[in-house]
T-cell receptor
């Protein structure tokens, strides 16, 4: 079946512009995660959605970052007034259950470059 | 808070065994994972171990967990060039919210 998809695969934007990154999770997966992977770094947790519950936004680095998940499926991560330090690969993952022990399926990521 | 550490680089010769090590700080984790990221690709789960186990074997992969020392290792037997990738250690907790913590990844290079 289809895996997690993300679009665009690459995005180059000018400093100060807003960008939207999209994630289509695997159908039926209730949990959705956004991570950021900077060059040579591990994964930095950004935000987590579980069903209709309020998202866990504890990892968002600033108020320029926001995310929504419509209808419990597709998610959009928005970065306003982008800065050069926002350049990274943004990874989305989904899983059947939110708690430990269930595999997270990762998308291929969106490589964001802020010039 | 939770912290997961790994050495950043490892080089081995083709056919040798690779051992990738990971240490973590939070002993309340329920599962520990190894993910593989090949160049230009997303992360794929390789294997995971429940925190009350001390060993798990899956074909060429052996996972060892020393809960006392909070040390996790991944051994790849007969390492092949196709094993060249970044390997991430991760732990998860039985609570909602940010319940997965990843290490920085170990870049494994397999030399011919």
């Amino acid at each position: 079946g289809a895996g997690v998809s993300q679009s665009p695969s690459n995005k180059v934007t000018e400093k100060g512009k807003d960008v939207e990154l999209r994630c289509d999770p695997i159908s039926g997966h209730t949990a959705l995660y956004w991570y950021r992977q900077s060059l040579g770094q591990g994964l930095e947790f950004l935000i987590y959605f579980q069903g209709n519950s309020a998202p866990d936004k504890s990892g968002l680095p600033s108020d320029r970052f926001s995310a929504e998940r419509t209808g419990g499926s597709v998610s959009t991560l928005t970065i306003q007034r982008t800065q050069q330090e926002d350049s990274a690969v943004y990874l989305c993952a989904s899983s059947v259950q939110p708690s430990g022990g269930y595999e997270q399926y990762f998308g291929p990521g969106t490589r964001l470059t802020v010039t | 808070g939770e912290d997961v550490e790994q050495s950043l680089f490892l080089s081995v010769r083709e056919g040798d065994s690779s051992v990738i090590n990971c240490t973590y700080t939070d002993s309340s984790s329920t599962y520990l994972y190894w993910y593989k990221q090949e160049p230009g690709a997303g992360l794929q789960l390789l294997t995971y171990i429940f925190s009350n186990m001390d060993m798990k074997q899956d074909q060429r992969l052996t996972v060892l967990l020393n809960k006392k020392d909070k040390h996790l290792s991944l051994r790849i037997a007969d390492t092949q060039t196709g094993d060249s990738a970044i390997y991430f250690c991760a732990e998860s907790f039985d609570n909602y919210g940010q319940n997965f913590v990843f290490g920085p990844g170990t870049r494994l290079s397999v030399l011919p």
